[in-house]
């Protein structure tokens, strides 16, 4: 059974005080000591957590049981580290990207008195990943393992970033400056690496099953699973219903480099181009409409429908060619897969 997000949302309560512990060692003032815990709070809930989630369940699924109590809180608190992870870098993002709102709450940097703050709260956030590391894995022999997969993944989150704000900065469009091989390195970098490869290296590890071969095979499939899932996105950004999508997008006003640019010119005629450049990235109703007319001019959506094919299909094949002798289970992949197939939000 797939674990609930209430079951998970039980672990983190611990985790805030096994923080609010490590502050007090310090002796830190009562005021920050708040404040501190009012940002995990607003920063890491509210989310849809599946990142956390995935890690428990891949856990279940590679040893092939239900996990006791001590292994459900361990694997829950790594899968923690991951949305703390994600709540460090949506901090920091927000302020860079100027968003008004997160989760449907005012962003963090715009809650009342926070402000700039919010940077060192960020870098909070991201400690709190290794104090929490440490006390609870400390003794076991792949330690070290877990503190090195956390800090290349972040670092390669935030290459993915930096290639993003420098292809696409939100106040200057240069359409020139986009193609296919960098919108490629954003997503592999700034989402693939976080959101699929580190839950399932992280439940490895925590299975006993993190041998060099699976930690392979696992990056091989879920690497080109993220971009699918994120090029999933960037469609559905532009042609879901926004009431179906719970948000309406907002990718072509952003001068976001996202795939359906990137197709569109690829494949538009000197013409569209030129009505591309002049309505991209523009902050209204009216230039973002012409864009979507040159989309379905371009039919980019039979463009995404064959491109879905062909990259569900490869990641079949893989999946089905998995050698499972090293403990890996073909099934967690496929649960991975079929979270994602023809989703529509």
Not at 12 to 25: A, G, N, S, T
Not at 237 to 250: E, H, Q, R, Y
Request: charged content about 25%.
């Amino acid at each position: 059974m797939p674990t609930t997000l209430k079951e998970f949302e039980t672990v983190f309560p611990k985790l805030v005080e096994d923080l609010k512990e490590h502050c007090q060692k310090y002796q830190l003032p009562e005021q920050a000591l708040k404040w501190f815990e009012q940002s995990l709070t607003h920063n890491t809930l509210g989310g849809k957590c599946n990142r956390g989630l995935s890690v428990v369940d891949t856990t279940q699924l590679l040893l092939g049981r239900k996990l006791s109590d001590d292994e459900f809180f361990k694997a829950a608190t790594l899968g923690w580290m991951i949305e703390l992870l994600q709540a460090f870098f949506l901090v920091s993002d927000d302020i860079m990207d100027s968003s008004k709102t997160r989760r449907g709450q005012p962003c963090w940097y715009l809650m009342p008195n926070v402000g700039m703050i919010a940077i060192n709260d960020a870098f909070m956030l991201e400690s709190s990943i290794y104090l929490l590391l440490k006390k609870y894995f400390r003794q076991e022999k792949y330690y070290l393992d877990l503190i090195e997969l956390f800090h290349e993944v972040t670092f390669q989150t935030e290459l993915g970033q930096a290639c993003d704000l420098l292809t696409a900065p939100e106040d200057h469009v240069d359409l020139d400056n986009f193609s296919l091989e960098k919108y490629s390195f954003i997503v592999i970098y700034k989402t693939a690496y976080y959101s699929f490869y580190l839950p399932v290296a992280l439940a490895l590890h925590f299975a006993g099953f993190a041998s060099p071969k699976n930690l392979k095979t696992a990056e091989d499939i879920l690497i080109p699973m993220g971009e699918y899932f994120q090029v999933q996105d960037d469609y559905l950004d532009n042609f879901a219903d926004p009431a179906v999508l719970g948000k309406i997008g907002t990718d072509i006003q952003d001068n976001k480099c996202s795939w359906l640019i990137n197709q569109a010119l690829k494949i538009a005629t000197p013409e569209q181009r030129k009505v591309l450049e002049q309505n991209y990235g523009k902050k209204d109703i009216k230039s973002e409409a012409v864009v979507k007319e040159v989309f379905n001019e371009l039919q980019l959506e039979q463009v995404y429908t064959k491109y879905e094919e062909q990259r569900v299909g490869e990641l079949r094949q893989k999946i089905a060619s998995i050698d499972e002798s090293e403990g890996l289970k073909k099934e967690v992949f496929e649960e991975f897969l079929r979270k994602i197939y023809k989703r529509s939000k």
